[in-house]
């Protein structure tokens, strides 16, 4: 069963605004990923946050973890066209991932030119 | 560094038939998971190997299978395959991120 959900489902925004996704999760984790996937492709992993951690950058990514609210949220800034994808949460649970990567159902995220 | 290479990339099988996957993991990397993806039920764990043992197992039937070599190359096989088997078969190894291959895009008619 799935773990976290992501809101919204689908985005689409004009290049260069900024996008924000948001991913809820129900159980006590280790860490949390984000991923991209283009088209049906294989997964991209983007950034890592602990569950001790609140916020993380890499490049134009923003991430913040909340645990006491269970949720996460990934910012991309200044959107660009490659940035089209699929974008996936990822919890790893506290016991230490004995069920694996548990991902959302994810946001499909379109940039408009 | 290679990344995770996945084998075959497409495949068509018929209800009733099995089949075989197979996933080379980054070199060096020990871990090796696989993972279904379907438009219904999302991105699901199946299983885990690491040094040739099953460490963890998702929530499938019997039906699908998996093992890993001493070169840390994995295959899965799927038996006796149902319709509801098309997907798409991620193969990720692993560190920290996971660093997935492009998958197997299974269809079954």
């Known amino acids: 069963s799935q773990q976290g959900e992501e809101d919204p489902q689908a985005l689409s925004i004009q290049e260069g605004e900024n996008a924000t996704m948001n991913c809820s999760y129900k159980?006590?984790?280790?860490?949390l990923q984000w991923y991209r996937q283009n088209s049906g492709r294989g997964l991209v992993h983007l950034i890592l946050?602990?569950?001790?951690?609140r916020e993380k950058h890499s490049g134009r990514l923003r991430v913040t973890l909340d645990t006491s609210k269970k949720s996460s949220s990934l910012l991309i800034t200044a959107s660009r066209a490659a940035d089209t994808a699929s974008y996936f949460c990822a919890t790893v649970g506290a016991g230490g991932g004995a069920d694996g990567l548990t991902f959302g159902k994810g946001t499909h995220l379109i940039i408009q030119p | 560094k290679a990344g995770v290479t996945q084998t075959p990339r497409y495949l068509i099988k018929t209800r009733g038939q099995q089949v075989t996957l197979s996933c080379s993991p980054i070199?060096?990397?020990?871990?090796v998971s696989w993972y279904q993806q379907t438009p219904g039920q999302g991105l699901q764990f199946l299983f885990e190997?690491?040094?040739?043992?099953?460490?963890n197992k998702g929530n499938f039937p019997g039906r699908f299978s998996g093992r890993q070599f001493s070169n840390s190359r994995s295959e899965m096989n799927v038996s006796t395959l149902e319709l509801g088997d098309s997907a798409l078969y991620l193969c990720a190894s692993s560190t920290t991120g996971s660093s997935f291959g492009s998958g197997t895009r299974l269809t079954v008619v």
């Open positions: 946050i602990r569950s001790n951690e």
């Open positions: 190997y690491f040094s040739e043992t099953q460490r």
């Open positions: 159980t006590s984790i280790n860490n």
């Open positions: 070199s060096g990397h020990r871990s």
